[in-house]
């Protein structure tokens, strides 16, 4: 399978009728995964947005095999459809999960890692959207440090999120999977390339993509991408794989853009001061420091 570009992903769409906002860039995600994966992908879906818009009965959003696993067990329900097919005879199909942050990080981490440590011929994608986002914005483990959710108010003394946001990719590396790595809907063909390549490995993959959520980040719908892209470019979040033990970089922004310019287009961030800028500035050039330092490119 040489599927590497939006242009040349199959253009028969297995993910579609859903109600999800305009400029969704979950959704994005799962639909452009599953054009890579194709009619054989059996999908598993936690509670989070990507099940809620998708099964809407009797109206089925997913083209392919589909089903929603309870919100901590995606991990688990992905193990069980793949040994179960298997013990069936069945040999041409990819198990796929597409969890949320929460689902990820937070409540479904212990049945990812567990996964992970059988080594289960599974792709588990998380679409990260930094919140809770289906139940209405509240922070999960992956919200980043000041972002303003309902559950982390900005009031003068408290502003936003006071807590970093995990790093699941170097989580689930920290394993030893055969293959991790992160992406950004902002950078498509990228994401695209590296599901295909997940789905050509034999054993546990992990693919981590930020997918911004306009209702959750005061964002315009036709941002999505711009937004997505610029999380890469201006160094918050970096496009890297791990594969046999080592860390590689997709990118390495020569000069990264303003964090400024990226935090005060989104509502979620407007509240920031000059001061709070600079410590999430501060910790993005110390991350790459290690970044440099440990990944090769
Ligand atoms: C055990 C359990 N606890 C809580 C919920 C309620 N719940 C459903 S979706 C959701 C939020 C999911 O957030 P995330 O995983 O980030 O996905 P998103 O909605 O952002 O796509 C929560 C808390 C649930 N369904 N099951
Ligand atoms: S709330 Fe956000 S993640 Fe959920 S469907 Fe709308 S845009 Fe997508
Ligand atoms: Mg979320």
Known sequence: MANKTAESISS????YGHKACAGCGGSLAVRAALKVLGQNAVSVLPAGCMSAVGFNFP??????????????GTASMLTGVEAGLRA????????????GDGGTADIGIQALSGAIDRNDDIIYICYDNEAYMNTGIQKSGLTPYGA?????????????NIRPKKNMFEIVAAHGI???????????????????KASQIKGTKYIHVIAPCPTGWGV????????????????????????????????????????EEHLKKQ???????????????????????????????
């Open 88 to 99: 069936k005879g069945y040999r041409d199909f990819t198990a796929v999960g597409f969890a």
């Open 267 to 297: 509502g979620r961030f407007r509240h920031l001061t000059d001061e709070d800028i600079k410590i999430i500035t501060d910790s993005r050039d110390k991350k790459w420091e290690y970044i440099d330092r440990t990944f090769s490119l």
């Open 12 to 15: 028969e769409e297995f993910f």
């Open 59 to 72: 109206q089925l959003c997913f083209s392919n095999n589909s089903i929603i696993s309870t919100f901590a």
């Open 220 to 259: 315009a719908p036709d941002a999505t991408i711009d937004i997505a892209r610029e999380a890469v470019d201006c160094g918050l979040w970096y496009l890297a794989e791990y594969e046999n033990g080592e860390f590689r970089l997709s990118r390495r922004p020569k000069e990264f853009t303003s964090v």
């Open 178 to 196: 055969p293959y991790a790595a992160t992406a950004s809907v902002g950078y498509l063909p990228d994401f695209i390339e590296k599901v295909r």
């Open 148 to 160: 303003k959710t309902t559950t982390t108010p900005a009031g003068k003394n408290i502003h936003g």
